[in-house]
């Protein structure tokens, strides 16, 4: 008796990766005694005899035999057996019109058959068949055959394996004979055309859609699978060899260029490697729906005709970078689950105007932060609670307005001119939102450039060991007078390249005398400021050191909302009533009278 598929599944499993992918498996007959589908479907899709005359009998010897299978029996027919079952057909066709289908067995003939015997091996919707030795074709319109034939002439007494594979997205039609490609046809459509609901093995039907003896087979089929996908030749020649279908999640860097090869990766959960998706003519993700871990970069490229990302709502963790780029989505609110990624990059996707799912993300992030040339993104909202990039990249979005949702970060780590570029943003006011980012590395550096509606660059006041600068082209922007700009001006001008702004900010010598002007006691007060305690419970106290005149103070949270505001002249304040506020991280920006400002981050 034949071992069952499913328990071969799991063995297979345990000690090799299966070179056919159990994805998409709709039925496995395996022709041991039983008309009972074996395969995910179990019982559900069973066989019947169809017409009359003697009935097909159960060999006990003479099936497929060796390789993994060891198959002892087959069917032997002399008339055609059907299966009529809603479900199975409409896994095979009708929830999906642009459906592949794929089939695969081995047939025996009792007699020699040429390619013109109308001797049919199976026939689907009375649209796809195999037959004789072998002609074969598809319908993917009424009344419009694409046929084509192997040219060859099946011997008697011999098994041979074959496949038929219609790949929708290809529109093709293919047949592989013994693991080799046969022959193809074109197709004029993407679907395959229903001339019936039925499912035939061992015979065909007439043009009434009924069961017509004089297409029954004389011979012999074994280990029958159906696949609502399109077969890989990888896996046509796996099963040639007699592998069984599993689970399959490869182990090195994979990359899908075909639908096909992305349904293959069906009912993995961990994936080690990275995964690339750069399938422009792929239409849907679902064959990832149990994937929740990719262990490297997870990268969809030129999926153009993606309209969203479903099939990803269970994945939470991409180790590596998380690349989206030339996708036809607006939105990534699939991602409900996904809390954990190396770095997040959102490259040419022109469509995208939401990223609110990203908010599940959280803390430190070992990647970098990069958003260029999406031109419907009017905000970065779902990014706020990252704490930690190795680097920021905002460039060329279009229609981009605010980057608030980058309140949470506090912490650049690349050690590169380009630790923060803000660059061609033409609708980009100001960079609020960057007002809690205070630490760069000790050679990090900030360049903003051609961001034509900016005129407000204070919210990076609060950024310590700037060590590169470049501010240029950015023609609103008359004021750039600020801490971190000045410091280095006067410390290392010569990493500071300043040009093509507004007034002000104009030229390196211009800033440079307007930061001369500045009282050096302004550029004390960060050295002198001592702030306690902190952590506070329902006071805080600023010691500036020395007495200062109409200093603004202001604390809010790390969304920007305003919780306190008081101008104040000397040399200390001391702000009470804060016991109402929740526990958590504020922020404190104080602002001398001749526009100096500092941001200090504290907590209750």
């Not at 993917?140 to 929708?168: C, E, K, P, R």
């Not at 040419?348 to 993104?377: E, K």
Request: hydrophobic share 35%.
């Amino acid at each position: 008796m034949k071992t069952k598929l499913l328990f071969l599944a799991v063995f297979l499993c345990q000690i090799s990766i299966a070179q056919v992918s159990n994805a998409n498996l709709v039925a496995y007959y395996s022709f041991d005694n039983t008309l009972v589908n074996a395969g995910p479907g179990g019982s559900t899709y069973n066989l019947s005899y169809f017409g009359t005359g003697t009935n097909p009998t159960y060999l006990a010897t003479g099936g497929v035999t060796g390789g993994s299978i060891n198959n002892p029996g087959c069917f032997e027919f002399n008339t055609t057996i059907t299966l009529q079952n809603s479900e199975f057909f409409n896994l095979l066709a009708s929830t999906n019109p642009n459906q592949s289908l794929s089939v695969s067995y081995w047939v025996y003939n009792n007699q020699a058959q040429g390619i013109n015997s109308i001797r049919t091996h199976f026939e689907a919707f009375g649209s796809m068949f195999a037959r004789g030795g072998l002609g074969w074709g598809v319908s993917t319109q009424n009344g419009n055959f694409n046929t084509t034939s192997a040219n060859l002439a099946f011997t008697s007494g011999v098994w041979d394996h074959i496949t038929l594979v219609f790949d929708a997205s290809q529109r093709r039609l293919l047949m592989y004979v013994n693991g080799n490609a046969a022959s193809q046809v074109i197709t004029t459509a993407n679907s395959i055309f229903k001339y019936n609901n039925k499912f035939v093995i061992g015979g065909g039907t007439d043009g009434s859609g009924e069961n017509s003896l004089t297409k029954a087979l004389s011979g012999r089929i074994d280990e029958m699978y159906v696949f609502n996908r399109a077969l890989l030749p990888t896996e046509v020649s796996a099963l040639y060899n007699k592998q069984v279908p599993a689970p399959n999640c490869p182990t090195t860097n994979y990359t899908a260029t075909l639908q096909s090869q992305i349904d293959v990766l069906a009912g993995c959960t961990t994936f080690n490697g990275n995964l690339t998706i750069n399938a422009p003519t792929a239409t849907y993700l679902n064959a990832l729906s149990s994937l929740t871990t990719v262990n490297g970069n997870f990268v969809i490229a030129n999926g153009t005709s993606f309209t969203n990302l479903e099939g990803l709502s269970n994945l939470t963790t991409v180790t590596g970078n998380f690349i989206i780029g030339g996708a036809s989505i607006s939105n990534l609110n699939q991602l409900t689950s996904l809390t954990s990624v190396g770095g997040i990059v959102l490259n040419g996707n022109n469509f995208l105007t939401d990223i609110q799912t990203l908010s599940n993300i959280s803390g430190s992030l070992t990647g970098n932060i990069t958003i260029i040339n999406n031109q419907n993104l009017t905000n970065l909202n779902g990014l706020q609670n990252i704490s930690q990039a190795a680097s920021l990249n905002v460039t060329n979005n279009a229609s981009l307005q605010s980057i608030n949702g980058l309140s949470g970060l506090t912490t650049l780590t690349n050690s590169f001119s380009n630790t923060l570029t803000i660059e061609t943003n033409p609708l980009l006011a100001s960079l609020n939102g960057l007002n809690n980012l205070v630490n760069l590395p000790n050679n990090g550096g900030v360049r903003i450039l051609t961001n034509n509606s900016l005129s407000d660059i204070s919210a990076l006041a609060t950024i310590s060991n700037l060590a590169y600068l470049e501010i240029t082209n950015n023609p609103n922007l008359s004021t750039c007078a600020i801490a971190p700009v000045c410091n280095l001006l006067n410390v290392n001008n010569s990493n500071a390249f300043i040009s093509g702004n507004g007034t002000n900010c104009s030229s390196k010598p211009v800033l440079q005398n307007i930061c001369a002007t500045l009282s050096s006691s302004d550029f004390e007060l960060e050295s002198n400021l001592k702030i306690y305690p902190n952590p506070f419970n329902s006071q805080i106290t600023f010691d500036f050191g020395n007495s200062y005149e109409n200093v603004t103070v202001l604390i809010h949270d790390i969304t920007g909302k305003q919780l306190y505001k008081n101008s104040f002249s000397g040399n200390q304040l001391v702000v009470n009533n804060l016991g109402n506020l929740p526990l958590g991280i504020y922020v404190a920006n104080l602002t001398t009278e001749n526009g100096i400002s500092i941001t200090k981050k504290i907590v209750k």
